[in-house]
């Protein structure tokens, strides 16, 4: 009785001060190393950006395709995973008392693991010893460095999911029979997520690390570059997850209103962590070797991943529309004008939501067999995901931060800074319009992705591409500005910014809402039903793939 | 849980969507023979020049106006390249690597398959208007990607 006292009194005292010196430390370094790979990944995409419409040649000691390794490892893995884990472990320390010293050493141990293993996945790079894209399909095979770095990242990754674990599991033990608090929810999800789909591609690296040794003569192609899309395709998602928790519970305290349905949102969450590793294959439309049955089979198993999407759709207009309403906002639409358009910190996560509307459009067009084998590696598909990844994700970590970081600094946001979000944010949005916009349409038109500057010989079908890779190159410059900004203003609100209380934004129930049912928190059913649809999804190809497959290949070193 | 009438809506109409995107799919798969490049036929890839049909790539005739193109790709090309073809001609590619995985793209058609080693993929183009098309590999496959193309000519 005691204890449990003493405990509530304590957290009651977390929320009123804020995090921990301790949690907000671990968190704040998470933020600050994420925030400088999205500046050094930023400078290689404007360097991509600006080579690939003709502009801007390499010198001969840089490679374009050094350049994307590095752009795409750094932004898709390491920017948002460090963004992630940061966090989400201000979320948990927040909700749940503060951090338990040992989710809080396991979480230290994760970050130097992942540094560790950053230094060995880019030095080989920098030294032209990588160039095999982050997707690294054999038999590219890269210096056995390389995969060892990669190791250490998924090690590090899985420590601080189990920290996760062991504090959320923690919590339940003292707080039977309640709901978990629901950002910690989503972050549980999100861990889950992060530790099963980062097995296929543990076990596909420990599938490469004796071959690219030398000490193993063949490899699994098809096998590998499975494993790696279980992977690589959860990824992103959990990328999108992270941002979907901060529309749900931030969003809506933002603007003065009252979060959506509990039950629903949990629901969706659920469904995201259930749904979400078969999708893997609609990276695999057109490869040989899966049979056209399984690839129809899949489409479901992708486009099921929609539903939950376009359920969130509705949640945020409907919260949106009953706060503007309620504070008088009228007309079919006129309410709209009653948000807080300059407020950074719903700007950029609502215009997050709002490219997401073309981008989850686009990517249910894509999940259609015959529909991807138009836009299949050609700069649709870049354009795609700089939409979803690059501003749907990355957008919503940019709001997040304004008042994330002043939170755990102990700063403010000053008005100053909130303009400088806000034109961060238009010139964001204003260099996707332009790049991923250029990317989609010359995509349609044949351009393939990952490939420097050409004209194949002069051909006259390429050179017509060239006008549209002029925008690629502006929208390019703009983000670079943007990129700025943001790490600026990140820099500025965790050292600079006046000292001030700044509180977590989470929003309430509604008053008659009502409860959730306790299924939502058996996560083990919940996992045994993940793992079931896992294996709807794999059994048949793995195995296909496994006892038909062709003689192995040797390693190749193209660059 | 209560749901109100237009979400009630909204959600069936998403599931809608979702449904009639796979119908769609199957249709064209099953129905149309439109399906996606999935030849299942496997070939030791470091044999590739001793193993028949790759062993003698090129242009075959095998109807009127039907052609099978036997192709390997390799690092950074395509063999047979600058292939001649007449207008209206259906042609039946049949495709293999001989090292790293590469793409087979045909620029301004909906030709576009994986060709990876150990694999052979197969997919097959009617060419009704008479040009010059761009054939592309559209997959990283090295320093000379960038340089991986050849053209197919229709008269
Ligand atoms: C200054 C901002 C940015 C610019 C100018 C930029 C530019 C580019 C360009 C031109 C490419 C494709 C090149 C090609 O396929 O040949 C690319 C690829 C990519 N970008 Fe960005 N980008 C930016 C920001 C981001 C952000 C914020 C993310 C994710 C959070 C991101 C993730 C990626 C990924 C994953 C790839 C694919 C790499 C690959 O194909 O292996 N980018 N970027
Ligand atoms: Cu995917
Ligand atoms: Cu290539």
């Given amino acids: 009785m005691g204890t449990t006292l003493k405990q509530s009194w304590k957290e009651k005292a977390d929320q009123a001060l804020g995090a921990s010196p301790e949690d907000a430390t671990l968190s704040k370094t998470y933020l600050f190393v994420s925030f400088i790979t999205l500046l050094i990944g930023g400078v290689l995409g404007l360097i991509q950006g600006l080579n690939r419409a003709g502009i801007l040649e390499l010198p001969s000691w840089l490679n374009y395709y050094q350049v994307l390794t590095a752009h795409g490892i750094l932004l898709i893995l390491v920017f948002t995973a460090l963004f992630t884990i940061g966090y989400f472990y201000a979320v948990l320390s927040h909700n749940l008392g503060g951090l338990l010293p040992k989710a809080r050493k396991m979480a230290w141990i994760g970050f130097g693991l992942k540094v560790i293993g950053l230094i060995f996945v880019i030095v080989p790079i920098i030294m032209n010893e990588a160039s095999v894209m982050f997707t690294f399909y054999p038999p590219l095979a890269a210096h056995p460095v390389f995969y060892f770095g990669l190791v250490l990242l998924v090690v590090g990754v899985w420590m601080c999911a189990f920290g996760a674990f062991i504090q959320v599991a923690n919590w339940r033990k003292k707080n039977k029979g309640q709901h978990v608090p629901i950002l910690s929810y989503f972050a549980t999800g999100v861990f889950v997520l992060l530790f099963f789909s980062s097995i296929p591609v543990a076990i596909e ?107 969130t759709a509705y949640a945020m207009f409907a919260v949106f ?209 993940m793992l079931l649809v896992i294996a709807m999804g794999y059994v048949i190809p793995l195995v296909e793939m496994i006892v038909n497959a062709p003689p192995g290949s040797p390693p190749f070193r193209p660059w | 849980m209560k749901f109100h009438l237009d979400e009630k809506i909204w959600l069936i109409a998403s599931f809608g969507v979702i449904i009639g995107m796979m119908l769609f799919t199957g249709y064209q798969t099953f129905v149309l023979g439109m399906g996606p490049p999935s030849h299942m036929e496997t070939i030791d890839p470091q044999k590739v020049d001793e193993t028949s049909p790759f062993d003698e790539p090129g242009l075959y005739q095998i109807g009127e106006n039907e052609y099978e193109v036997v192709m390997t790709l390799q690092l950074f090309s395509f063999t047979p390249n600058e292939i001649e073809i007449p207008a209206g001609a259906t042609v039946h590619f049949t495709l293999t690597s001989k090292d790293v995985t590469h793409g087979f793209q045909i620029a301004g058609t909906n030709v576009n398959a994986m060709v990876m080693p150990g694999h052979i993929q197969k997919i097959t183009q009617t060419f009704t208007e008479p040009g010059e098309y761009l054939v592309l590999c559209n997959e990283y496959c090295g320093t000379g990607h960038q340089y991986m193309a050849t053209t197919i000519t229709v008269k």
């Fill in chain 1, 321 to 529: 529309e009953k706060t503007a309403r309620k504070k008088g906002g009228k007309g079919l639409f006129r309410w709209f004008n009653k948000l807080p358009w300059g407020d950074v910190r719903f700007l950029a996560p609502m215009v997050a939501m709002i490219a997401f509307i073309p981008g989850g459009a686009g990517g249910i067009a894509q999940s259609t067999n015959q529909l991807n084998q138009v836009a299949h590696n050609t700069l649709w598909v870049v354009g795609h995901f700089h939409l979803t990844l690059g501003t749907t994700a990355a957008l919503t970590f940019f709001g997040i931060s304004y008042w994330l970081v002043p939170y755990l600094s102990k700063r403010v946001l000053t008005p100053a800074i909130n303009r400088l979000g806000v034109i961060q944010t238009i010139f964001w949005s204003a260099g996707m319009i332009f790049m991923a916009g250029a990317m989609h349409w010359v995509g349609l038109l044949g351009s393939p992705r990952r490939t420097s500057y050409t004209t194949y010989f002069d051909n006259a079908t390429a050179l017509s591409w060239d006008p549209y890779l002029i925008f690629l190159a502006v929208g390019g410059t703009l983000l670079m500005i943007g990129v700025l900004i943001q790490v600026y203003a990140v820099i500025h609100l965790m050292f600079f910014a006046p000292k001030g209380e700044t509180e977590f934004p989470i929003a309430e129930e509604e008053d008659n809402a009502s409860k959730t049912p306790y299924w939502t928190e058996r996560w083990g059913m919940i996992i045994v039903i």
């Fill in chain 1, 205 to 311: 690296v420990f599938m490469i690390i004796p071959w690219a040794i030398g000490w193993v003569e063949t490899i699994n192609v098809m096998l590998s570059r499975t494993l790696f899309w279980a992977f690589g395709h959860t990824l992103v998602n959990i990328w999108y997850l992270t941002a979907v928790s901060a529309w749900y519970v931030v969003v809506p305290k933002i603007i003065g209103g009252r979060r959506f349905s509990d039950t629903l949102t949990r629901v969706v969450i659920i469904l995201l962590v259930i749904l979400n590793i078969p999708g893997g294959f609609h990276h695999q439309i057109i490869d040989p070797g899966i049979a056209e049955s399984v690839k129809f089979l899949h489409v479901f198993m992708s486009l099921a991943i929609g539903f939950p999407s376009l359920m």
